[in-house]
């Protein structure tokens, strides 16, 4: 009897809350009630219908949902591309609304890399002039960007393609550069709107690994909308979206089941 009176307080909440720790993590992130209203002449689109959720840092996010579900509404909210009709959303704690236009263009150019199911390459230019020019645009001397492009190039496996065009490139290839032209700026949030719908299955599945190694070997913020159920697989956290609406969050490792069960149904 004696002996259980010495467990302390702070013994037993570490007891209780011991499966809590983990949220000591950084939120990088946060969103809070953001809401999207498209206004068409007279018809309200409601792309958003109030999303609340923290991001951490070094996590790999899927935000999940079917087409017109507002993935991208989401993902241009997020990446500081379009305003929110209402609620919030904060980077680092800082809410992104109160930033001037000089802070949100670094914010863009700096802090995030984004990459398009499209690529969204610049066509006459090369793949090392394609990831150059974010370097130019933050102000790195043309010496140093070209050092930094060959790199980060060499890493996404593209080193014996630089003076190559993107229209002589496979889609896989022109998916890696556009990850390297977001990773110029060696930015803290990766941002991907549907990376891999333009991709066959393995080149998808390349890039969802690129990916991967992003988070785990740089310690990046991935945020990755998509459709693919490859993703499942390989991301931390899912959101799962429906009509604009936050359907439910949940921890890769407690979905592993169900991700076979709806691949053997695809
Ligand atoms: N610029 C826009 N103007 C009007 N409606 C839009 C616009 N962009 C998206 N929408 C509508 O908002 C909803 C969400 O679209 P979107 O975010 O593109 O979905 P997803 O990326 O999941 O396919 C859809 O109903 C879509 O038609
Ligand atoms: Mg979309």
């Known amino acids: 009897m004696a002996e259980t009176s010495q467990i302390s307080e702070q013994d037993a909440r570490d007891f209780l809350f011991f499966d809590d720790r983990d949220d000591t993590r950084r939120v990088v992130v946060q969103t809070q009630d953001v809401r999207k209203v498209y206004e068409m ?13 923290s991001i951490f840092e070094g996590e790999f996010l899927a935000i999940m949902g079917p087409s017109g579900s507002g993935k991208s509404t989401f993902f241009n909210m997020i990446g500081g591309l379009d305003k929110p009709s209402g609620g919030k959303v904060s980077i680092d704690d800082v809410d992104i609304a109160q930033l001037d236009a000089f802070e949100l263009a670094w914010l863009r150019c700096r802090k995030i890399g984004y990459i398009f199911q499209s690529f969204n390459l610049i066509p006459v230019m090369t793949c090392l002039e394609n990831v150059m020019l974010p370097l130019t645009f933050a102000g790195v001397p043309s010496e140093q960007a070209f050092d930094r492009a060959c790199e980060i ?4 496996g593209l080193g014996h393609r630089l003076t190559h065009k993107p229209s002589q490139m496979s889609g896989g290839q022109q998916q890696r550069i556009a990850v390297a032209r977001a990773l110029a700026n060696k930015p803290a949030i990766v941002l991907a709107d549907e990376p891999t719908a333009n991709l066959d299955t393995k080149t998808g599945q390349e890039i969802i690994d690129l990916l991967v190694g992003l988070c785990t070997d740089m310690n990046v913020t991935v945020i990755c909308a998509t459709h693919d159920m490859k993703m499942l697989d390989k991301c931390d956290r899912v959101v799962w979206i429906r009509d604009g609406q936050c359907d439910r969050v949940e921890e890769r490792k407690n979905i592993e089941i169900q991700v076979g069960e709806m691949m053997s149904h695809e």
């Open 153 to 156: 190039l060499r890493t996404v």
């Open 41 to 53: 002449g007279k018809i309200k689109v409601h792309a958003l219908r109030g999303i609340s959720l």
